[in-house]
């Protein structure tokens, strides 16, 4: 293959502008996804809040006014940790083959602030050296598949849904619980004993047939291991037993299968997200 022409190449932040072409182009690189799937997709990332000054839909490889290559970061200003960051999930990263050999700039360029948590949820395994190569170390393993109807449930523990339209939780996770209950996820809160846990869960097909719920966001995953059996009987209700949760390896307490042939996760920056905080991640714009 000849290499590819440089003159005019650069790279710059996607803009609205280019969100058809890029969806054109991510439909290219990723075949089960078609157009619609992106544009749907990268117009949700603009509505909601984002940092100061940060790229809204990533950036893209431009040769002579054509994309060539993009990669979409999600920014968040995660206000329900202590103290607050400023995290980006890089989703989607594709470069035309005629032009591979500038996709270290494209990455390069995404990831030049060391004061933002760069993660990575969804890397092929093939890409799984690149990323470690690009200063990305893995957090999380595997996946695990539980069942927690099985689990004994706690007594007296009651389960509330939080919508975008309800009164305030009173906790700190508040906005996060009602912004990812208007993109479509579910968001629930225990109450037990005077206190209240926060859960936020997205519909999830495994292998695309298989209806069941993502974790999205817990505290901790001790919280949800503790409160499995209400929340599995809730969600059982609602027609999906399952539930898939990012581990490190099985969970004592949990009836499930724990798996490392996918679900490996990467970070880099000050502050490695926890197990069960996927807040803010491509899956809740682009496949809610």
């Not at 305030?168 to 906005?175: A, I, Q, R, V």
Request: hydrophobic share 40%.
């Amino acid at each position: 293959m000849s290499s590819p022409p440089v003159a005019g190449l650069r790279c710059r932040r996607i803009t609205e502008a280019d969100l058809p072409a890029v969806a054109e182009l991510l439909s290219r690189g990723f075949r089960l996804r078609p157009k619609p799937y992106w544009l749907r997709g990268l117009r949700r990332q603009a509505d909601r809040p984002t940092p100061e000054g940060v790229p809204l839909y990533g950036y893209l490889l431009d040769n002579g006014g054509t994309p060539v290559g993009a990669v979409l970061l999600i920014y968040s200003s995660a206000t329900w940790e202590n103290p607050p960051t400023v995290r980006c999930n890089l989703s989607s990263w594709y470069v035309e083959p005629k032009y591979r050999t500038f996709g270290s700039m494209l990455i390069a360029t995404a990831i030049k602030d060391r004061s933002v948590t760069y993660f990575n949820v969804s890397p092929a395994p093939s890409t799984w050296p690149i990323v470690e190569a690009q200063g990305f170390v893995m957090y999380c393993r595997g996946e695990l598949f539980a069942l927690p109807a099985l689990t004994t449930p706690v007594e007296g523990a009651a389960i509330r849904i939080v919508t975008e339209a309800s009164q305030s939780t009173g906790l700190p996770e508040n906005d996060l619980l009602a912004q990812h209950a208007r993109f479509g996820c579910l968001s629930l809160v225990v109450e037990h004993r005077g206190e209240s846990h926060p859960f936020i869960f997205q519909k999830y097909r495994v292998k695309r047939l298989l209806p069941t719920y993502r974790l999205i966001y817990c505290r901790d995953t001790a919280e949800f291991v503790r409160f499995a059996g209400n929340l599995g009987r809730f969600l059982l209700k609602r027609g999906k037993p399952l539930v898939v949760l990012d581990a490190n390896g099985p969970l004592p307490g949990l009836v499930g299968y724990y798996t490392e042939r996918r679900g490996r996760k990467y970070a880099r920056g000050p502050h490695v997200p926890k197990l069960g905080d996927l807040a803010f991640s491509e899956g809740v714009f682009f496949d809610t």
